[in-house]
């Protein structure tokens, strides 16, 4: 068994496993040529990170040794920019089988034609923590580094939707013509305006001057308007209908 608990990073050739762990321990001096079998890079507090060679040639020879290894953390990484099959193969997942953590890290979800979604539904079927990273932008670096050391994986919850008031609806409202105190002389009025200034009472709205006249709405409110310039109406009044 090993003395060391392994940080195991498999994956096809391509996918930035070079690159991911250089993103979570910066301090390694990370090489970047895929492994002829495996590599190494030690940490303090009894960790070290395991890369193994995504060639199958490779993972057929370390599979009889698999068993001695002591792996803390199994991690699957995987190019989300290329199809799912060919990347999740059963050769992967069984690098990682025993490990007491095991997660799906989808890497490159900044560029185009990324299949997360896919990829997670994947990783659910199997039973896999799932992670989205990239290494280019800094992306779910931090949060997949935490659940490594401390196992606790951050909840991500959807902002609460803001509840926004419903507006009631407008309240009719209609004009009251409210008739001068002191009026000019009715001579100089025509007889539709004469009409409608009988009707000013200062309760009755132009609607209702309309529907007693048989006129529109639209003929009352120019007579009105004639009216308050002549000086007869003195104002309108709001009322609510």
Known sequence: MSLYKLIVFTGPKGAGKSSLIKSLFPELDVRFEEPSYYRDYMLTGGLAVR??????????????????????????????????????????????????????????????????AEIEKF???????FFGVSTKTGVGIEELK??????????????????????????????VPVV????????RLTQ?????????????????????????YGDVKKIIDSLMVKGFIETLKTKTV
């Open 180 to 187: 001068a105190k002191k009026t000019p002389d009715k001579s």
């Open 51 to 116: 890369e193994v060679a995504g060639r199958r040639d490779a993972i057929e020879v370390i599979m009889a040794a698999i068993a001695k290894w002591n792996i803390n953390v199994g991690l699957l990484v995987v190019d989300s920019s290329r199809p799912l099959e060919g990347v999740a193969e059963p050769r992967f997942l069984a690098v990682i089988e025993r490990a007491e953590k095991k997660a799906l890290v989808a890497n490159k979800v900044d560029e185009q034609g990324s299949q997360v």
């Open 123 to 129: 990783a659910l079927e199997k039973g896999l923590e």
């Open 146 to 175: 935490k659940w490594i050391i401390t196992g606790e994986k951050t909840v991500k919850t959807m902002p609460k939707p803001v509840s926004l008031p419903v507006p009631k609806p407008p309240l009719p409202i209609d004009l």
């Open 192 to 216: 539709e305006e004469l009409e409608v200034l009988e009707l000013c009472d200062g309760k009755r709205s132009i609607s209702e001057i309309a529907f007693k006249t048989g006129k529109s």
